[in-house]
């Protein structure tokens, strides 16, 4: 299922947006990729932006991702850096000396399979992981503006997708099961922005509200949609620009 979304609509999203999505998220390289060493596989790189900071401070860097759209432009972004298409749960890598990922574990079917093999991947592990979706109103706005009017649209499930790894008890026994020790999580909040100008083009692509737009024929019912979600992020719009705080958790483990 993960595959068919990030294999289509939803991973072209996020190539045709990769400018816009870089720069909302550059504050989150730092304590991704600060004190790198040796070999690192950077997990759900999406269009590379990761695997380029860290390749910066290692002598060696492979990302992978599920999403073949993604890839195919991380490889354009950067075509001198090794870059895989495959699913991270199943693929057979070599050894390196680190694992990391920004916001790429959460979409695992089957997250203590999926992270036993990468403790076969790496001998570190280091990743940003959401924490709970009520410490993230940002990224609920649109869906709960927009449920009455898609009342299909289907509820977060606290132990899958974006805030899989919001309770950090649950990520503690699955890494522990899945073989890691000296499980650490710290809070780590990031100031996030955006030009105002962009929101738009950013809630009707990405999430859940972009997803079912992107199946909607009705134009009329669209723009309504569209009229109804933009107001919900009035708290978060400051003159020409969109500001918001990301709540997250930085795991690590070895």
């Known amino acids: 299922m993960q595959k068919e979304r990030w294999k289509g609509a939803g991973g072209n999203a ?4 990769q ?8 504050g989150f390289v730092p304590p ?10 950077d997990v759900g790189c999406g269009t590379g932006a990761t695997t380029v900071a860290a390749a910066q401070r290692a002598e060696r860097v492979v990302g992978v991702d599920i999403s073949e759209p993604m890839i195919a432009a991380a490889r354009k972004r950067a075509p001198d850096l090794e870059f895989l298409a495959a699913d991270a749960q199943t693929h057979t890598f070599e050894r390196f ?14 997250p203590v399979a999926a992270f036993a093999n990468l403790r076969r991947a790496g001998a570190r592990l280091r990743c940003i992981v959401w924490r709970t979706a009520e410490e993230n109103p940002f990224m609920t706005a649109a869906e709960r503006a ?9 509820p977060r499930d606290p132990h899958a997708g974006q805030f899989a790894f919001g309770d950090p008890e649950r990520v503690r026994r699955i890494l522990t099961e899945a073989g890691w020790d000296d499980v650490q999580l710290d809070e780590l909040d990031v100031e996030c922005a955006m030009p105002a100008s962009a929101l738009e083009g950013y809630f009707t692509r990405i999430g859940p509200v972009g997803i079912a737009l992107g199946g909607i024929e009705d134009e009329a019912l ?11 992020f009035a708290p978060f719009v400051h003159d ?3 500001r918001y705080t990301a709540a997250c958790w930085l795991v690590q483990a070895r």
Not at 19 to 26: E, G, I
Not at 32 to 37: A, H, I, K, M, P
Not at 146 to 154: E, V, Y
């Open 19 to 26: 400018a816009l999505t870089d720069r909302v998220m550059t």
């Open 97 to 110: 000396d680190w694992v990391i990922s920004r916001f790429g574990v959460m979409f695992f079917d089957d």
């Open 14 to 17: 996020w190539v045709e947006l």
């Open 240 to 242: 020409d620009e969109v």
């Open 32 to 41: 991704l990729v600060d004190g790198l060493s040796g070999t690192v596989l």
């Open 146 to 154: 927009a449920k009455p009017l898609l009342p299909d649209l289907p």
């Open 222 to 232: 669209r723009a309504r949609v569209i009229e109804t979600v933009r107001p919900a």
